[in-house]
């Protein structure tokens, strides 16, 4: 089935830098989500990217979208401690269910 | 306030003996599902459900059941067929043009 991967799957950064983390998936798509997941929490939706969307801005996180190359990037700036967290991509699929599938996360640690 | 809740938040199971993990939305959503996380592992898709008396299987469905007879309620039943039932268990419900708004999850652990 198709799959989002997540790419570093382990990210650690000083606080103040920026983060980035990609996702890649294998099928065509309707939209992209990112989520965060505090540890032994729910997730919490961030942003939704249409296929027809190429770049969305969210307070200090930016996603991108590049669906020739099946892939998407997100950007966190000026990263606080309180950013800590793992990140993942869903991704659904173009046959217009309601499912999502997601990859297997980013681990970012921000140090204070 | 609209959301999604889970309970319990902790639940321990015998060998052999089925429990039921309760989600509940009041958020008007028609579809509900329930995903398995492992530690440092993504989400794996048990079932979901479109609309009311009707769900389909995800990934992982073996030793799970479950039950949608109201909108707002997606109760997942653990089964003593499932051999590995330790793990996270998050329920979410979404619109279609919207992300899934996630649930507190259970924690399973058999003991």
């Known amino acids: 089935s198709q799959q989002g991967e997540e790419d570093p799957q382990a990210l650690s950064i000083q606080e103040g830098e920026n983060a980035t983390m990609n996702c890649s998936y294998k099928?065509?798509?309707?939209?992209l989500q990112w989520y965060r997941q505090n540890s032994g929490r729910g997730l919490v939706h961030l942003i939704l990217?249409?296929?027809?969307?190429r770049e969305k801005h969210s307070g200090r996180l930016r996603v991108t979208l590049d669906t020739s190359k099946k892939s998407s990037s997100l950007l966190i700036t000026a990263s606080r401690a309180a950013d800590t967290a793992s990140y993942f991509c869903?991704?659904?699929?173009?046959?217009?269910?309601?499912?999502?599938?997601f990859g297997t996360g980013t681990r970012l640690k921000v140090l204070a | 306030d609209g959301g999604i809740t889970q309970s319990p938040k902790y639940l321990f199971r015998k060998e052999g003996q089925n429990v039921t993990l309760s989600c509940e939305q009041n958020?008007?959503?028609?579809?509900m599902y329930w995903y398995r996380q492992d530690p440092g592992q993504g989400l794996r898709l048990i079932y979901y459900?479109?609309?009311?008396?009707?769900?389909q299987k995800g990934d992982i469905a073996e030793g799970y059941s479950v039950s949608r007879e109201k909108k707002e309620s997606f109760p997942l039943t653990v089964t003593s067929a499932q051999k590995n039932p330790t793990a996270f268990y998050l329920c979410?419900?979404?619109?279609?043009?919207?992300?899934?708004?996630f649930g507190s999850g259970t924690r399973l652990t058999v003991v």
């Open positions: 979410a419900s979404s619109s279609l043009a919207y992300g899934y708004t």
């Open positions: 099928t065509s798509i309707n939209n």
């Open positions: 990217i249409r296929s027809n969307e």
């Open positions: 869903a991704t659904d699929s173009t046959s217009g269910t309601y499912k999502y599938i």
């Open positions: 958020l008007n959503h028609d579809a």
């Open positions: 459900s479109q609309i009311v008396n009707d769900f």
